[in-house]
């Protein structure tokens, strides 16, 4: 509605292909609603929050040309290895649980208040102290403000070389419908690299699918890497044929495609029954899990009398409604009493149980405590078993058909998203 926020670009050239084409991106509704309530500015932001989109897109030549990024051009060699199946560079190695970011500067759907600054301060320090500094954010998280606070902590607290090295940041670029040429994909990077404190970004992925222009954005990803403006690269809501096209497309510059970001939980088992998980193990991709806590329903925190309210509300009430939901609950909570564990705990080890790094999202230091203390126990193999048992019963969790994302790239006909 707002032709300055959201110009129309090439090819959407009308308002009826612009609605179509929104239609995927739950983001993209999210921006309306936080550029009607004017929710996303801090006080202290030197430019409105309102018009990163615009900024980015348009004029992030601007922005980067003022920008202070190192020479960059040997940065590849110096942190990039081997695959142990390949002679493809660009793998990373990550800890085997890293923190979600999407809250930090999430106005809308999170609440962020720059009041809060000081508690993800707290946040980012104790995982830099316990050597799990591993972060995971995007462009479009806070419209910019995730990356930026990200990046001051880590200037703050890092004042050596080797200290900056012990924080692994991953950011995404959004596949936004009028982003269209690999140029979209380095540019954005920059903009991205400049908010983090203008170093190379340890892993830059695809956000997730466009209804076209995919293999241009993988093209743009070989583009960044080559440049020295990223260390390796990734993708996020890829399925089984778009993944393998995708590792294809970079092996063919003698890239690797380092990891594929999917949601997977307890309650969205999706990736393991169809696939998916079996297809990154084969291809020596490394799996992040996104909302591995179920959006706070593998928390313990909620019951049948005490519901989420907001988007929430009505998960819950269907998850309620099924009586397997509260079977899995009892499991979880058993095996959680047997280790003097938190229930969040529970779902976040069988995540790495199945081989995946969870990157559940923390806002407050017990939060973060809480969830990188996960790794001091582990699940027995039984314990495994009883959950996979009851997971797999619940139905009234989300579905992937009910996801945003488009499923076919309608110029190549390449199956973009599954799950």
């Known amino acids: ?21 929104v239609k995927y991106s739950s983001f993209i509704q999210v921006f309306l609603l936080a550029h009607q309530s004017h929710a996303l500015a801090p006080p202290s932001s030197s430019s409105s929050r309102r018009n990163f989109l615009e900024t980015s897109l348009v004029t992030t030549s601007s922005l980067v040309a003022g920008a202070s990024l190192p020479n960059l051009s040997n940065a590849n060699e110096e942190v990039s290895t081997l695959s142990t199946d390949t002679n493809l ?10 923190l979600g970011a999407w809250a930090w500067g999430d106005s809308l759907f999170w609440g962020y208040n720059p009041k809060n600054d000081y508690d993800l301060r707290e946040v980012f320090d104790y995982a830099f102290n316990m050597n799990l500094a591993f972060f995971d954010t995007a462009e479009l998280y806070g419209l910019g403000r995730s990356e930026d606070l990200i990046g001051k902590f880590r200037k703050d ?17 959004a596949a936004l419908p009028w982003r269209t040429k690999r140029e979209d994909v380095v540019k954005a990077c920059k903009a991205s690299a400049k908010r983090l404190g203008g170093q190379p970004i340890d892993l830059y992925q695809i956000h997730f ?45 003698g890239i690797k495609l380092a990891t594929n970001q999917i949601q997977m ?30 959006l706070g329903f593998l928390t313990g925190k909620y019951d049948a009398t005490h519901l989420p309210s907001g988007p929430r509300a009505k998960t819950a009430e269907l998850l309620f409604h099924d009586g397997a939901y509260e079977q899995l609950l009892a499991v979880i909570r058993n095996v959680a009493e047997k280790h003097d564990a938190p229930v969040s705990q529970v779902a976040l080890n069988w995540c790495i149980a199945k081989g995946t790094i969870p990157i559940p999202g923390a806002r407050t230091i017990n939060q973060a ?27 009234g969790f989300i579905t992937p058909d009910k996801n945003p994302f488009p499923r076919v790239d309608k110029d190549t006909g390449l199956k973009m998203y599954d799950s």
């Not at 560079?89 to 890293?98: R, V």
């Not at 607290?157 to 991953?170: H, N, Q, R």
């Not at 309650?267 to 799996?287: H, Q, T």
């Open 265 to 294: 939980s307890l309650l969205y088992r999706w990736p393991i029954d169809n696939g998916l998980l079996d297809a990154c193990k084969e291809l020596d991709v490394k799996v992040l899990s996104y909302s591995p806590l179920a």
């Open 369 to 395: 405590k809480q969830n990188l203390s996960t790794l001091d126990w582990k699940l027995t193999a039984e314990e495994e078993r009883l959950l996979d048992d009851a997971s797999s019963k619940v139905t």
């Open 1 to 21: 509605t707002d032709s300055h926020f959201f110009p129309l670009p090439p090819p959407v050239q009308s308002i009826d292909m612009w609605t179509s084409t």
């Open 157 to 173: 607290l890092c004042k050596t070389k080797e200290e900056e090295e012990k924080v692994i940041v991953a950011s995404k670029f």
């Open 89 to 98: 560079t660009g793998a990373i190695s990550l800890p085997p649980i890293g």
């Open 209 to 253: 699918p466009n209804a076209y222009a995919n293999e241009a954005y993988w093209d743009g990803l070989a583009d960044a890497y080559e440049q020295g403006l990223v260390r390796s690269v990734g993708v996020s809501n890829y399925g089984v044929d778009a993944m393998r096209a995708c590792h294809a497309k970079l092996a063919e510059r």
